[in-house]
């Protein structure tokens, strides 16, 4: 197994860092890994806002449901989906863009380009012996977030990413199995099958939790499924996105 494959297969997220900030060397390297993924049709529809600033930190911290590791760690990166430099070329070249960048489609680009800069991202900060955790919680309150960051329309803050230095590893999450997520030729479903393969997971993933936990959480993934979608959350987000002139047609 190669360096790159090993480095892959060893994630697990990371929430607890030492008190030690990144380098801006390390910083820039992260980025410049982020950009150097494929975009579609070249469009580059993302952008990447680092926090420095502790007491910043300390708000988005609290913005997305007290998550102390979004105060400590060594830089919080907040990746957005942005159409907003498109805009701006269509002004400067004089193009009707507006229907275009305000497409479902569009936006779909833009979260796609984000999504694969950030897993580079985080592939190069773990090759480099750092921790990453994403942070999806920033999406609790956009607005707040969007004044904190003054993000212009066309710019959606979609998930942050805290890196840093290592203080505590835990055990890997195992995935669920090969078969279910890859299909060969069409997608193929026997249900009854599927059904028993996911209380084999049920029980891997309960077993997880309770040495993880001392015995204080044995959930079997299906469980906890089922009890996350059972809650709506963040259901204003379509009218913020809206709001922010992306995904309108
Ligand atoms: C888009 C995205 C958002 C996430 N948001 C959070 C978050 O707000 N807080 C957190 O502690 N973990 C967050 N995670 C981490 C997941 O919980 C974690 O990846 C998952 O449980 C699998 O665990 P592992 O990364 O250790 O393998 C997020 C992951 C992704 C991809």
Redesign the pocket.
Known sequence: MNEVISTILN?????HFEDKPLSDDQIKTIVSCAQAASTSSFIQAYSIIGIKDRLKKKKLAEL??N?P??ENNGHFFIFCADLNRHHLIGIQEQKDVKASIESTEKFMVALIDA?LA?QNAAIAAESLGLGI??????R?NLEEVKKLLKTPERVIP???MTVGYPAKI?D??L?LPFEHIYHEEEYQQNNEIYMQQLKEYDDVISQYYEERTGGKRKDRWTEQMANMLEKQTRMYMKEFIQNNKMDIK
Do not use: D, P
């Not at 994630?11 to 929430?15: D, G, Y």
């Not at 955790?133 to 920033?138: A, K, M, S, V």
């Open positions: 994630h697990r997220s990371i929430r997305v449901g998550q590791y979004v999504a950030a955790c994403y942070i999806g919680g920033i609790n979609l998930f942050g835990n890997k999450k995935r």
